[in-house]
């Protein structure tokens, strides 16, 4: 089946740098990457979708400028939490979607702490 | 932008009993899915319903959508200890590109 991968699983940082997240297909083209954010005992709330070559688009209350993404290629997809903060601590999980197909396939989740 | 709502929030079964949980959500769908996830782990895919079918079925699971009332059922057939997870529906909206909204999630303990 097709699989995603997400770097790094786990990251602990401080208050104030930034943090880049990939998601990569591996065996397949993914023409869109979708991202997640999972506060704990939480459902997953999708942040933005991102198309390959363009930009992406996020959900209402999400910041942009906070939020980087980039989808450079139809196998990876980057997250950048720009000067994180505690309150961005929390588990960031990618999908991705080859085509029109009704089915995402999820990554594993990067835990992010921000001390 | 989560549309949909799942109850129980938690449910405690013995091994061997069934578990059921339902999904309700609020607009037009192409599909609805349903994930699991262990504590801290990422999702499992287990089974999708289209929005022109009724119910489906996939080993021990039994899925029904009943359009009309925007809401959907999982069952869990003879559950073990290793089904202990959370459960979520996730819906596709009609024409909102293809994205997931995801349920508040039941979570599920089966005691040996």
Redesign the interface.
Request: aromatic share 12%; proline share 0%; glycine share 24%.
């Given at each position: 089946g097709a699989v995603v991968s997400q770097h790094p699983s786990r990251v602990i940082c401080k208050s104030g740098t930034s943090v880049k997240i990939e998601c990569r297909s591996l065996d397949f083209q993914a023409t869109t990457m979708f991202w997640y954010r999972q506060f704990p005992k939480q459902s997953l709330m999708l942040m933005a979708t991102s198309n390959e070559g363009s930009k992406a688009t996020y959900e209402q209350g999400v910041e942009k400028d906070k939020f980087l993404i980039n989808h450079a290629s139809l196998t990876l997809s980057t997250l950048t939490v720009t000067s994180a903060h505690p309150e961005d601590s929390s588990f960031y999980i990618c999908s991705a979607r080859s085509g029109s197909t009704d089915t995402q396939y999820f990554g594993p989740g990067t835990r992010l702490t921000v001390l | 932008?989560?549309q949909g709502e799942e109850d129980p929030q938690a449910l405690s079964i013995q091994e061997g009993e069934n578990a059921t949980m339902n999904c309700s959500y609020k607009t037009s769908i192409?599909?609805l899915?349903w994930?699991r996830q262990n504590s801290?782990?990422?999702?499992v895919?287990l089974i999708?319903i289209?929005s022109n079918e009724r119910e489906k079925h996939s080993g021990r699971l039994r899925v029904t959508l009943d359009t009309s009332k925007k809401s959907s059922s999982l069952l869990i057939t003879a559950s073990r200890a290793a089904d202990t997870a959370s459960y979520?529906c996730?819906t596709?909206p009609y024409n909102q590109?293809?994205?997931?909204?995801?349920?508040?999630?039941t979570e599920l303990s089966v005691k040996p």
């Open positions: - | 932008s989560q192409n599909n899915q994930y801290g782990r990422g999702l895919h999708l289209r979520f996730a596709v590109g293809g994205k997931l909204i995801f349920g508040q999630g």
